[in-house]
């Protein structure tokens, strides 16, 4: 499995941005998808998670209602929409796929928020938001 993310950059505050995910290596529609960021000095935390056929979401409280997950089966593709970026945006953002298959509610669960529920993760593409 390879999960390449692509899309990051430097944006001011209050500005957009678009992350994407390829993947390939398997059957892409199986698997729950999910985003993680990096702030310097700080853990992995999660972003966003979606469900195999894009039904169900779930988000950190810290990007609810800015950040939209989404995925495109068709193009085997993982995509984030960030609006209203603050510079505690800021981080390398990954993305990252479950190792066997989940049922869909499983993305709003306490689980979905535990970087060591993924099995496979990408190389990260850094955001940069600034004030």
């Known amino acids: 499995v390879q999960l390449q993310a692509y899309g990051g950059g430097l944006v001011q505050a209050g500005g957009s941005l678009r992350l994407s995910c390829a993947a390939s290596?398997?059957?892409?529609?199986?698997?729950?998808m999910g985003w993680f960021r990096r702030a310097p000095g700080k853990e992995r935390e999660f972003v966003a998670a979606i469900s195999r056929n894009g039904s169900m979401t779930g988000y950190a409280d810290s990007v609810k209602g800015r950040f939209t997950i989404s995925r495109d089966n068709a193009k085997n593709t993982l995509s984030i929409q960030m609006n209203s970026l603050k510079p505690e945006d800021t981080a390398v953002y990954y993305c990252?796929?479950?190792?066997?298959?989940?049922?869909?509610?499983?993305?709003?669960?306490?689980?979905?928020?535990?970087?060591?529920?993924?099995?496979?993760w990408g190389q990260g593409t850094q955001v940069t938001v600034s004030s």
């Open positions: 290596g398997r059957t892409f529609s199986n698997y729950i």
């Open positions: 990252a796929t479950r190792s066997s298959w989940t049922g869909s509610s499983w993305v709003k669960s306490q689980a979905a928020r535990r970087a060591s529920e993924y099995g496979y």
